[in-house]
Protein backbone atom coordinates (compact mmCIF):
# COMPACT_ATOMS: atom_id res chain seq x y z
CA UNK A 1 0.00 0.00 0.00
CA UNK A 2 1.30 3.33 -1.18
CA UNK A 3 1.86 5.83 1.76
CA UNK A 4 0.43 8.67 -0.38
CA UNK A 5 -2.15 6.79 -1.37
CA UNK A 6 -3.38 6.07 2.28
CA UNK A 7 -2.88 9.72 3.12
CA UNK A 8 -5.59 10.91 0.58
CA UNK A 9 -8.00 8.58 1.02
CA UNK A 10 -7.81 8.80 4.76
CA UNK A 11 -8.40 12.77 4.16
CA UNK A 12 -11.21 12.12 1.45
CA UNK A 13 -12.50 10.26 3.61
CA UNK A 14 -12.84 12.71 6.98
CA UNK A 15 -13.58 15.81 4.88
CA UNK A 16 -16.20 14.41 3.41
CA UNK A 17 -16.03 15.01 -0.20
CA UNK A 18 -13.07 15.06 -2.66
CA UNK A 19 -13.58 18.78 -3.24
CA UNK A 20 -12.63 19.48 0.68
CA UNK A 21 -9.86 16.82 0.57
CA UNK A 22 -8.15 18.59 -2.51
CA UNK A 23 -8.36 22.06 -0.52
CA UNK A 24 -6.84 20.29 2.71
CA UNK A 25 -3.94 18.53 0.49
CA UNK A 26 -3.00 21.71 -1.85
CA UNK A 27 -3.63 19.61 -4.35
CA UNK A 28 -6.19 20.20 -7.13
CA UNK A 29 -9.43 18.05 -7.52
CA UNK A 30 -8.22 16.22 -10.83
CA UNK A 31 -4.77 15.18 -9.22
CA UNK A 32 -6.67 13.71 -6.34
CA UNK A 33 -9.22 12.06 -8.17
CA UNK A 34 -6.09 10.15 -10.46
CA UNK A 35 -4.74 9.59 -7.46
CA UNK A 36 -7.78 7.54 -6.03
CA UNK A 37 -8.28 6.27 -8.94
CA UNK A 38 -4.79 5.03 -9.67
CA UNK A 39 -5.30 3.24 -5.38
CA UNK A 40 -8.24 1.61 -7.03
CA UNK A 41 -6.40 -0.18 -9.56
CA UNK A 42 -3.98 -1.46 -7.33
CA UNK A 43 -6.62 -2.72 -5.05
CA UNK A 44 -8.21 -3.62 -7.90
CA UNK A 45 -11.96 -2.51 -6.29
CA UNK A 46 -13.87 0.92 -5.86
CA UNK A 47 -12.69 2.31 -2.64
CA UNK A 48 -15.48 5.14 -2.37
CA UNK A 49 -19.24 5.41 -2.92
CA UNK A 50 -19.12 8.70 -5.27
CA UNK A 51 -22.84 9.10 -5.10
CA UNK A 52 -23.58 9.48 -1.41
CA UNK A 53 -23.74 13.06 0.39
CA UNK A 54 -20.86 13.00 2.04
CA UNK A 55 -19.17 10.58 0.26
CA UNK A 56 -18.57 6.64 1.74
CA UNK A 57 -16.77 3.67 1.61
CA UNK A 58 -17.61 0.40 -0.45
CA UNK A 59 -16.96 -2.62 1.72
CA UNK A 60 -13.59 -3.13 -0.26
CA UNK A 61 -13.09 0.42 0.62
CA UNK A 62 -13.88 -0.26 4.24
CA UNK A 63 -11.26 -2.83 4.28
CA UNK A 64 -8.44 -0.82 2.73
CA UNK A 65 -9.00 2.02 5.22
CA UNK A 66 -8.85 -0.22 8.13
CA UNK A 67 -5.58 -1.45 6.94
CA UNK A 68 -4.45 1.86 6.36
CA UNK A 69 -4.96 3.05 9.69
CA UNK A 70 -3.42 0.06 11.01
CA UNK A 71 -0.37 0.46 8.85
CA UNK A 72 -0.34 4.28 9.97
CA UNK A 73 -0.43 2.82 13.68
CA UNK A 74 2.58 0.65 13.16
CA UNK A 75 4.58 3.41 11.58
CA UNK A 76 3.86 6.07 14.42
CA UNK A 77 4.90 3.38 17.42
CA UNK A 78 7.89 2.47 15.18
CA UNK A 79 8.90 6.25 14.97
CA UNK A 80 8.01 6.68 18.74
CA UNK A 81 10.30 3.64 19.53
CA UNK A 82 13.18 4.81 17.49
CA UNK A 83 12.95 7.91 19.37
CA UNK A 84 13.51 6.65 22.63
CA UNK A 85 16.83 5.17 21.83
CA UNK A 86 18.13 8.63 22.23
CA UNK A 87 19.00 10.26 25.54
CA UNK A 88 16.93 13.04 25.35
CA UNK A 89 13.39 13.14 24.66
CA UNK A 90 11.87 14.84 21.55
CA UNK A 91 8.55 14.65 19.99
CA UNK A 92 5.31 15.87 20.02
CA UNK A 93 2.07 15.19 21.97
CA UNK A 94 -1.22 15.88 19.97
CA UNK A 95 -3.63 16.34 22.81
CA UNK A 96 -7.64 16.91 22.38
CA UNK A 97 -9.07 18.92 24.67
CA UNK A 98 -11.97 21.01 25.13
CA UNK A 99 -11.83 24.72 25.91
CA UNK A 100 -13.25 24.69 29.58
CA UNK A 101 -11.12 21.65 29.97
CA UNK A 102 -8.03 23.35 28.98
CA UNK A 103 -8.75 26.42 31.01
CA UNK A 104 -8.90 24.17 34.54
CA UNK A 105 -6.02 21.46 33.79
CA UNK A 106 -3.51 22.91 31.35
CA UNK A 107 -2.05 25.92 33.67
CA UNK A 108 -1.34 22.96 36.17
CA UNK A 109 -0.13 20.72 33.59
CA UNK A 110 2.04 22.61 30.81
CA UNK A 111 4.77 24.53 33.15
CA UNK A 112 5.40 20.71 34.77
CA UNK A 113 5.17 18.55 31.62
CA UNK A 114 7.59 21.11 30.43
CA UNK A 115 10.06 20.58 32.78
CA UNK A 116 10.58 16.95 32.55
CA UNK A 117 10.40 17.13 28.90
CA UNK A 118 11.60 20.16 27.55
CA UNK A 119 12.23 18.66 24.06
CA UNK A 120 8.96 17.44 23.69
CA UNK A 121 5.71 19.93 21.92
CA UNK A 122 2.06 19.72 23.44
CA UNK A 123 0.01 20.48 20.36
CA UNK A 124 -3.65 21.57 21.07
CA UNK A 125 -6.68 20.26 19.37
CA UNK A 126 -9.52 22.07 21.04
CA UNK A 127 -13.04 20.27 20.06
CA UNK A 128 -16.27 19.06 22.59
CA UNK A 129 -16.10 16.08 23.37
CA UNK A 130 -18.61 14.54 21.21
CA UNK A 131 -15.82 14.81 18.63
CA UNK A 132 -13.05 13.84 20.25
CA UNK A 133 -13.32 10.16 19.86
CA UNK A 134 -13.31 10.21 16.52
CA UNK A 135 -10.66 12.02 16.28
CA UNK A 136 -8.49 9.69 18.51
CA UNK A 137 -9.79 6.82 16.00
CA UNK A 138 -8.62 8.48 13.43
CA UNK A 139 -5.05 9.34 14.60
CA UNK A 140 -5.34 13.13 14.58
CA UNK A 141 -4.78 13.24 18.19
CA UNK A 142 -2.94 10.91 20.44
CA UNK A 143 -4.53 10.83 23.65
CA UNK A 144 -7.93 12.94 24.73
CA UNK A 145 -9.21 14.30 27.56
CA UNK A 146 -12.75 13.94 27.60
CA UNK A 147 -15.97 13.66 29.21
CA UNK A 148 -18.09 10.00 28.01
CA UNK A 149 -18.79 7.20 28.68
CA UNK A 150 -16.90 4.66 27.02
CA UNK A 151 -18.23 2.98 23.66
CA UNK A 152 -15.23 2.01 21.33
CA UNK A 153 -13.38 -1.17 21.88
CA UNK A 154 -10.79 -0.02 20.32
CA UNK A 155 -9.62 3.03 22.74
CA UNK A 156 -8.21 2.81 26.47
CA UNK A 157 -10.99 4.97 28.68
CA UNK A 158 -8.03 5.48 31.68
CA UNK A 159 -11.13 7.19 34.31
CA UNK A 160 -9.40 10.30 35.90
CA UNK A 161 -12.63 11.55 37.63
CA UNK A 162 -16.05 10.53 38.25
CA UNK A 163 -18.78 13.35 37.59
CA UNK A 164 -22.23 13.97 37.74
CA UNK A 165 -24.82 15.92 36.48
CA UNK A 166 -26.58 19.19 38.57
CA UNK A 167 -28.90 22.08 37.41
CA UNK A 168 -28.37 24.99 38.66
CA UNK A 169 -31.35 27.16 39.15
CA UNK A 170 -31.17 30.88 39.43
CA UNK A 171 -32.46 31.63 42.96
CA UNK A 172 -35.40 33.85 41.42
CA UNK A 173 -36.69 31.35 39.34
CA UNK A 174 -40.00 29.62 40.40
CA UNK A 175 -38.35 26.14 40.68
CA UNK A 176 -35.53 27.78 43.15
CA UNK A 177 -39.10 28.53 45.41
CA UNK A 178 -40.71 24.97 45.48
CA UNK A 179 -37.93 22.52 45.61
CA UNK A 180 -35.64 22.42 48.64
CA UNK A 181 -32.23 22.81 47.16
CA UNK A 182 -30.02 19.58 47.02
CA UNK A 183 -32.90 17.55 46.22
CA UNK A 184 -32.47 15.22 43.65
CA UNK A 185 -34.78 15.73 40.29
CA UNK A 186 -36.78 14.67 37.28
CA UNK A 187 -35.70 17.22 34.58
CA UNK A 188 -39.08 17.35 33.81
CA UNK A 189 -38.94 19.97 37.12
CA UNK A 190 -37.91 22.37 35.00
CA UNK A 191 -39.83 22.17 32.01
CA UNK A 192 -41.31 25.72 32.65
CA UNK A 193 -37.90 27.52 32.74
CA UNK A 194 -35.58 29.07 30.21
CA UNK A 195 -32.44 26.88 29.80
CA UNK A 196 -29.08 28.07 29.01
CA UNK A 197 -27.20 25.00 27.16
CA UNK A 198 -24.04 23.93 25.95
CA UNK A 199 -23.77 24.38 22.20
CA UNK A 200 -24.03 20.95 20.15
CA UNK A 201 -21.25 18.56 20.18
CA UNK A 202 -20.73 18.99 23.77
CA UNK A 203 -20.88 16.16 25.75
CA UNK A 204 -23.71 18.00 28.51
CA UNK A 205 -25.56 18.88 25.67
CA UNK A 206 -26.18 15.38 23.91
CA UNK A 207 -27.09 14.22 27.91
CA UNK A 208 -29.51 16.79 28.22
CA UNK A 209 -30.96 16.39 24.91
CA UNK A 210 -31.42 12.60 25.54
CA UNK A 211 -33.07 13.58 28.47
CA UNK A 212 -35.31 16.04 26.98
CA UNK A 213 -36.39 13.65 24.22
CA UNK A 214 -37.48 10.25 26.10
CA UNK A 215 -39.33 12.78 28.87
CA UNK A 216 -40.71 14.73 25.47
CA UNK A 217 -39.47 17.87 26.69
CA UNK A 218 -39.27 20.86 24.43
CA UNK A 219 -37.48 23.43 26.77
CA UNK A 220 -37.02 27.33 25.96
CA UNK A 221 -33.56 27.56 25.27
CA UNK A 222 -32.59 31.14 25.54
CA UNK A 223 -28.54 30.68 25.07
CA UNK A 224 -26.36 28.71 23.67
CA UNK A 225 -22.34 28.61 25.08
CA UNK A 226 -19.52 27.02 24.21
CA UNK A 227 -18.44 27.94 27.92
CA UNK A 228 -19.34 26.21 30.92
CA UNK A 229 -17.39 29.38 32.89
CA UNK A 230 -20.42 31.98 30.83
CA UNK A 231 -23.08 29.81 31.49
CA UNK A 232 -22.52 29.86 35.24
CA UNK A 233 -22.50 33.70 34.94
CA UNK A 234 -25.93 33.90 33.16
CA UNK A 235 -27.22 31.79 35.32
CA UNK A 236 -25.85 34.27 38.45
CA UNK A 237 -27.70 36.86 36.54
CA UNK A 238 -30.67 35.88 35.41
CA UNK A 239 -33.61 33.86 35.89
CA UNK A 240 -32.68 30.80 34.15
CA UNK A 241 -31.69 27.18 34.65
CA UNK A 242 -28.45 25.19 33.39
CA UNK A 243 -26.89 21.57 33.13
CA UNK A 244 -23.66 21.31 34.22
CA UNK A 245 -21.38 18.54 35.75
CA UNK A 246 -20.90 18.89 39.50
CA UNK A 247 -17.35 19.25 39.24
CA UNK A 248 -17.74 22.67 37.57
CA UNK A 249 -20.18 24.15 40.33
CA UNK A 250 -20.62 25.10 43.78
CA UNK A 251 -23.01 22.70 45.44
CA UNK A 252 -22.95 23.98 48.67
CA UNK A 253 -26.46 26.11 47.90
CA UNK A 254 -24.78 28.44 50.32
CA UNK A 255 -26.62 31.82 51.27
CA UNK A 256 -23.67 33.60 49.09
CA UNK A 257 -24.05 31.55 45.83
CA UNK A 258 -26.27 33.40 43.26
CA UNK A 259 -28.17 29.98 42.31
CA UNK A 260 -29.15 26.44 43.82
CA UNK A 261 -28.02 23.42 42.63
CA UNK A 262 -30.12 19.66 41.71
CA UNK A 263 -28.43 16.29 41.20
CA UNK A 264 -30.35 15.49 37.82
CA UNK A 265 -31.92 11.61 38.01
CA UNK A 266 -32.52 9.46 34.87
CA UNK A 267 -29.65 10.04 33.11
CA UNK A 268 -28.83 6.34 31.27
CA UNK A 269 -25.23 6.74 30.76
CA UNK A 270 -23.65 8.84 32.81
CA UNK A 271 -20.73 10.34 31.30
CA UNK A 272 -16.88 10.87 33.23
CA UNK A 273 -13.91 12.65 32.86
CA UNK A 274 -11.70 10.23 30.85
CA UNK A 275 -7.99 10.69 28.91
CA UNK A 276 -8.46 8.81 26.28
CA UNK A 277 -6.09 6.81 23.93
CA UNK A 278 -5.81 3.70 21.30
CA UNK A 279 -5.06 0.66 22.40
CA UNK A 280 -2.57 -0.50 19.72
CA UNK A 281 -0.87 3.15 20.43
CA UNK A 282 2.76 2.62 21.87
CA UNK A 283 2.91 5.10 24.47
CA UNK A 284 6.05 6.92 24.95
CA UNK A 285 7.68 8.14 28.50
CA UNK A 286 6.40 11.63 27.50
CA UNK A 287 3.04 10.32 27.37
CA UNK A 288 3.26 8.25 30.30
CA UNK A 289 4.59 11.26 32.24
CA UNK A 290 1.58 12.89 30.87
CA UNK A 291 -0.67 10.50 32.49
CA UNK A 292 0.96 10.52 35.65
CA UNK A 293 0.60 14.18 36.29
CA UNK A 294 -3.24 14.03 34.79
CA UNK A 295 -3.35 11.85 37.98
CA UNK A 296 -1.65 13.49 40.18
CA UNK A 297 -4.36 16.32 39.47
CA UNK A 298 -7.10 14.03 41.87
CA UNK A 299 -4.69 14.89 45.08
CA UNK A 300 -4.34 18.66 43.87
CA UNK A 301 -5.83 20.90 46.85
CA UNK A 302 -7.95 22.57 44.10
CA UNK A 303 -9.32 19.51 42.51
CA UNK A 304 -9.58 19.09 38.99
CA UNK A 305 -11.76 22.20 37.97
CA UNK A 306 -10.28 25.10 40.02
CA UNK A 307 -12.93 24.44 42.95
CA UNK A 308 -9.48 25.97 45.18
CA UNK A 309 -6.79 26.84 43.78
CA UNK A 310 -5.67 24.94 41.11
CA UNK A 311 -4.88 26.78 38.19
CA UNK A 312 -1.31 27.21 38.08
CA UNK A 313 -0.91 27.92 41.77
CA UNK A 314 2.50 29.27 42.19
CA UNK A 315 3.63 30.35 45.95
CA UNK A 316 7.31 29.19 45.06
CA UNK A 317 7.37 29.85 41.19
CA UNK A 318 9.72 27.22 39.43
CA UNK A 319 11.06 30.40 37.06
CA UNK A 320 12.92 27.87 34.87
CA UNK A 321 9.52 25.91 33.61
CA UNK A 322 7.60 28.83 33.20
CA UNK A 323 10.54 30.68 30.69
CA UNK A 324 10.82 27.47 29.12
CA UNK A 325 6.78 27.06 28.45
CA UNK A 326 7.32 31.07 27.14
CA UNK A 327 9.85 30.24 25.18
CA UNK A 328 8.18 27.38 23.28
CA UNK A 329 5.54 29.73 21.82
CA UNK A 330 7.80 32.26 20.38
CA UNK A 331 6.44 32.70 17.07
CA UNK A 332 3.55 31.21 17.23
CA UNK A 333 0.26 32.50 15.73
CA UNK A 334 -3.01 32.96 17.06
CA UNK A 335 -6.89 33.77 15.31
CA UNK A 336 -10.02 35.62 16.48
CA UNK A 337 -11.28 32.44 18.49
CA UNK A 338 -8.13 31.85 20.21
CA UNK A 339 -8.47 35.70 21.24
CA UNK A 340 -11.63 35.05 22.70
CA UNK A 341 -11.06 32.07 24.49
CA UNK A 342 -7.99 33.78 26.50
CA UNK A 343 -10.02 36.50 27.01
CA UNK A 344 -12.68 33.94 28.62
CA UNK A 345 -9.75 31.95 30.68
CA UNK A 346 -8.26 35.27 31.81
CA UNK A 347 -12.26 36.75 33.55
CA UNK A 348 -12.50 33.22 34.97
CA UNK A 349 -8.90 33.59 36.50
CA UNK A 350 -9.09 36.75 37.99
CA UNK A 351 -12.81 36.10 38.88
CA UNK A 352 -11.17 33.30 40.87
CA UNK A 353 -8.65 35.40 42.71
CA UNK A 354 -10.66 38.05 43.44
CA UNK A 355 -13.13 35.55 44.80
CA UNK A 356 -10.79 33.67 46.53
CA UNK A 357 -8.53 36.39 48.44
CA UNK A 358 -11.01 39.62 48.84
CA UNK A 359 -8.03 42.17 48.19
CA UNK A 360 -6.92 44.12 45.24
CA UNK A 361 -4.98 42.10 41.76
CA UNK A 362 -2.55 43.09 40.11
CA UNK A 363 -3.01 41.41 35.64
CA UNK A 364 0.32 42.20 33.85
CA UNK A 365 0.91 41.27 30.03
CA UNK A 366 2.81 43.05 27.25
CA UNK A 367 0.83 45.13 24.35
CA UNK A 368 1.62 43.20 21.27
CA UNK A 369 -0.33 43.72 17.99
CA UNK A 370 -0.79 41.18 15.15
CA UNK A 371 -1.17 37.38 14.94
CA UNK A 372 2.00 36.62 16.77
CA UNK A 373 1.68 37.99 20.48
CA UNK A 374 4.93 35.82 21.77
CA UNK A 375 7.41 37.72 19.28
CA UNK A 376 11.13 36.87 19.85
CA UNK A 377 12.45 38.56 23.21
CA UNK A 378 9.07 38.79 24.46
CA UNK A 379 9.71 36.40 27.02
CA UNK A 380 12.74 38.25 28.00
CA UNK A 381 10.94 41.10 28.44
CA UNK A 382 7.92 39.58 30.11
CA UNK A 383 10.18 38.10 33.10
CA UNK A 384 12.18 41.91 32.93
CA UNK A 385 8.57 43.30 34.33
CA UNK A 386 7.51 40.52 36.47
CA UNK A 387 10.98 41.08 38.10
CA UNK A 388 10.24 44.61 38.51
CA UNK A 389 6.75 43.94 39.83
CA UNK A 390 8.46 41.89 42.70
CA UNK A 391 10.86 44.18 43.43
CA UNK A 392 8.62 47.21 43.82
CA UNK A 393 6.31 45.09 46.18
CA UNK A 394 9.20 44.08 47.83
CA UNK A 395 10.52 46.76 48.44
CA UNK A 396 7.11 48.72 49.51
CA UNK A 397 7.08 45.60 52.12
CA UNK A 398 3.69 44.39 50.82
CA UNK A 399 2.21 41.10 51.15
CA UNK A 400 1.88 38.82 48.25
CA UNK A 401 -0.90 36.47 49.24
CA UNK A 402 -1.08 34.44 45.65
CA UNK A 403 1.03 34.60 42.32
CA UNK A 404 -0.44 32.86 38.83
CA UNK A 405 0.82 32.45 35.62
CA UNK A 406 -0.39 31.78 32.21
CA UNK A 407 1.75 30.81 28.88
CA UNK A 408 -0.18 30.75 26.24
CA UNK A 409 0.30 31.42 22.55
CA UNK A 410 -2.17 34.54 23.05
CA UNK A 411 -0.08 36.11 25.27
CA UNK A 412 2.12 35.66 28.30
CA UNK A 413 0.31 36.77 31.38
CA UNK A 414 0.95 37.06 35.31
CA UNK A 415 -1.50 37.50 38.17
CA UNK A 416 -0.72 38.38 41.68
CA UNK A 417 -3.19 39.14 44.80
CA UNK A 418 -1.85 41.60 46.79
CA UNK A 419 -2.65 43.00 50.72
CA UNK A 420 -3.02 46.75 49.65
CA UNK A 421 -4.66 49.71 48.77
CA UNK A 422 -5.74 49.44 45.02
CA UNK A 423 -4.44 52.87 44.69
CA UNK A 424 -1.04 52.45 46.01
CA UNK A 425 -0.75 49.09 43.29
CA UNK A 426 -2.00 51.71 41.03
CA UNK A 427 0.88 54.28 41.61
CA UNK A 428 3.40 51.44 41.87
CA UNK A 429 2.18 50.14 38.35
CA UNK A 430 2.64 53.34 36.43
CA UNK A 431 6.03 54.16 38.47
CA UNK A 432 7.29 50.97 36.24
CA UNK A 433 5.37 51.43 33.00
CA UNK A 434 6.58 55.12 32.70
CA UNK A 435 9.67 53.83 34.86
CA UNK A 436 11.55 52.41 31.45
CA UNK A 437 11.26 52.06 27.63
CA UNK A 438 10.52 48.81 28.13
CA UNK A 439 7.95 49.57 31.06
CA UNK A 440 5.96 51.03 27.70
CA UNK A 441 5.21 48.05 26.66
CA UNK A 442 3.77 46.29 29.67
CA UNK A 443 0.52 46.38 30.38
CA UNK A 444 -0.12 46.39 34.42
CA UNK A 445 -4.01 46.68 35.10
CA UNK A 446 -4.93 46.59 38.81
CA UNK A 447 -8.79 45.54 39.41
CA UNK A 448 -10.01 46.03 43.14
CA UNK A 449 -12.03 43.58 44.77
CA UNK A 450 -15.53 45.64 43.27
CA UNK A 451 -13.92 44.03 39.66
CA UNK A 452 -13.38 47.19 38.65
CA UNK A 453 -10.09 48.45 37.22
CA UNK A 454 -8.46 51.54 38.65
CA UNK A 455 -7.38 53.85 35.84
CA UNK A 456 -4.75 56.58 35.78
CA UNK A 457 -7.65 59.32 35.63
CA UNK A 458 -8.65 57.59 38.76
CA UNK A 459 -5.85 59.16 40.34
CA UNK A 460 -5.47 62.01 38.43
CA UNK A 461 -2.31 61.06 36.57
CA UNK A 462 -1.82 61.47 32.80
CA UNK A 463 -2.52 58.81 30.57
CA UNK A 464 -0.35 56.74 28.17
CA UNK A 465 0.99 57.71 25.57
CA UNK A 466 1.45 56.12 21.88
CA UNK A 467 4.52 54.28 21.27
CA UNK A 468 5.12 56.11 17.35
CA UNK A 469 3.88 59.22 17.90
CA UNK A 470 3.46 60.33 21.43
CA UNK A 471 -0.30 61.29 21.25
CA UNK A 472 -2.68 59.68 23.51
CA UNK A 473 -2.55 56.02 23.05
CA UNK A 474 -5.97 54.90 23.33
CA UNK A 475 -6.95 57.39 20.34
CA UNK A 476 -4.24 55.88 18.22
CA UNK A 477 -5.55 52.47 18.82
CA UNK A 478 -9.32 53.40 18.79
CA UNK A 479 -8.87 55.52 15.38
CA UNK A 480 -5.78 52.60 14.02
CA UNK A 481 -3.40 55.44 13.31
CA UNK A 482 -0.46 53.05 13.02
CA UNK A 483 -0.75 49.38 11.06
CA UNK A 484 0.55 46.79 12.48
CA UNK A 485 3.72 46.34 11.00
CA UNK A 486 4.64 49.73 12.00
CA UNK A 487 3.69 48.96 15.53
CA UNK A 488 5.17 46.05 15.70
CA UNK A 489 8.87 47.21 14.04
CA UNK A 490 8.47 49.60 16.68
CA UNK A 491 8.30 47.18 19.63
CA UNK A 492 10.79 44.74 18.19
CA UNK A 493 13.08 48.15 17.84
CA UNK A 494 12.40 48.76 21.54
CA UNK A 495 12.92 45.09 22.51
CA UNK A 496 15.98 44.81 20.96
CA UNK A 497 17.30 47.97 22.04
CA UNK A 498 16.74 46.85 25.75
CA UNK A 499 17.52 43.28 25.82
CA UNK A 500 20.12 42.73 23.69
Known amino acids: MNEKHMLYILTVLKEGSFTAA?????????SLSQIIKAAESNLGASIFNRNTDPISLTPAG????????QITTISTNLKKQIEELSNEEFGKLRLGISVQRGMEILPYIYPRFKKMFPHVDLELYEQGSASMEQSVLEGTVGIALLTTS???????????????LVLLVNKSCRMASRITPGTPIDIKEARDETFICSKPGHSVRSILDTLFI??????????????????????????????????YADTGNHDSSPYFTYPILGVENPRHFYACYRKDTYLTKYMNGFLKLLHEIKNHPGGLHGQGELIARTDEP?????????????????????????????????????SSHKNPLISFTLN??????????????????????????????????????????????AFWAVDAPKEKLK???VSIEDGTPLGRLFDIDIIGPDKKKVSREDLGLSERTCLICNG??????????????????TITSILRKELT
Open 150 to 164: PRYEELVYDLIQQEN
Open 318 to 354: DYDALAAAARALVGTAVELPDMLNARERRVFLQEKLL
Open 22 to 30: AKKLYVSQP
Open 62 to 69: QLYVDAAR
Open 214 to 247: TRDLKPRVGLETISIEVGKYVVATSPVVMACPDA
Open 427 to 429: QLA
Open 368 to 413: IPGPIKVLPLVPDAFFFGISSIENSLKKQDLTVLSREFLMEKTGLE
Open 472 to 489: PAHACARNRTHTVNELTD
